[in-house]
């Protein structure tokens, strides 16, 4: 139950980063969270979401990603792709998540870090990093290979954005297509 609290703890603290300077409306366009406890934001045309695993050494992996392309078509030459991708990057890497077939798959950049404390900056240029090459590369990657960006992706399967209000944390409400819509407009 430590641990829970701990990333608890931790969880608000990144919240409250991301929360600087944006006003209560800003915050509910922009910040929410999964059933699981992660944290979802709204990064331009993408969602970056921010997971949090403690380790049995007491410190905590951060773990930021974005799921780039969904139901793409998988083959040798996407794979290739991301495969040098992946090895020209700096920080982070190019994942594939397949589904039951094997044949379509939806591509994910993240990168991950352990922490003992937060700090602030590391933190920013993080999520902005997984951002901006979540921005670029699902565009690139469409262009190339396909599937759907995640705004096609939630209008062709229906799916509502829960969030849930981030200080405080006292409810939770829905976002529905249209508000999704007009983040993305």
Same mark, same amino acid.
Not at 135 to 157: C, D, H, P, R
């Given at each position: ?15 409250? %980063? ?6 209560? +409306?800003? *915050?509910?366009?922009? !910040?929410? /969270? ?5 944290? =979802? ?27 780039? %392309? ?6 040798? +030459?996407? *794979?290739?792709?991301? !495969?040098? /991708? ?5 920080? =982070? ?33 993080s999520f902005f990093t997984v951002g901006q090459i979540a921005n670029y590369y699902a565009k690139e990657i469409k262009s190339k290979f396909g599937g759907l960006t995640i ?31 007009e983040v993305w407009e």
């Amino acid at each position: 139950m430590g641990k829970d609290k701990g990333l608890d703890s931790l969880r608000n603290q990144l919240i409250g %980063i991301l929360s600087e300077g944006k006003s209560k +409306k800003e *915050l509910e366009k922009f !910040l929410f /969270l999964h059933e699981d406890g992660e944290i =979802g934001t709204f990064f331009d045309k993408n969602i970056v979401n921010i997971n949090l695993v403690a380790s049995e050494d007491g410190t905590t992996i951060i773990n930021i990603y974005s799921n780039l %392309i969904f139901n793409i078509p998988v083959d040798s +030459k996407m *794979l290739a792709y991301l !495969l040098q /991708l992946n090895s020209q990057s700096l920080t =982070g890497a190019f994942n594939i998540l397949f589904n039951d077939e094997g044949n379509e798959g939806i591509v994910s950049f993240s990168y991950a870090y352990m922490i003992n404390t937060v700090d602030k900056e590391i933190f920013i240029k993080s999520f902005f990093t997984v951002g901006q090459i979540a921005n670029y590369y699902a565009k690139e990657i469409k262009s190339k290979f396909g599937g759907l960006t995640i705004k096609e992706y939630i209008e062709s399967e229906g799916i509502e954005v829960s969030s849930k209000k981030s200080k405080g944390g006292k409810h939770s409400e829905k976002q529905g297509e249209s508000e999704i819509k007009e983040v993305w407009e």
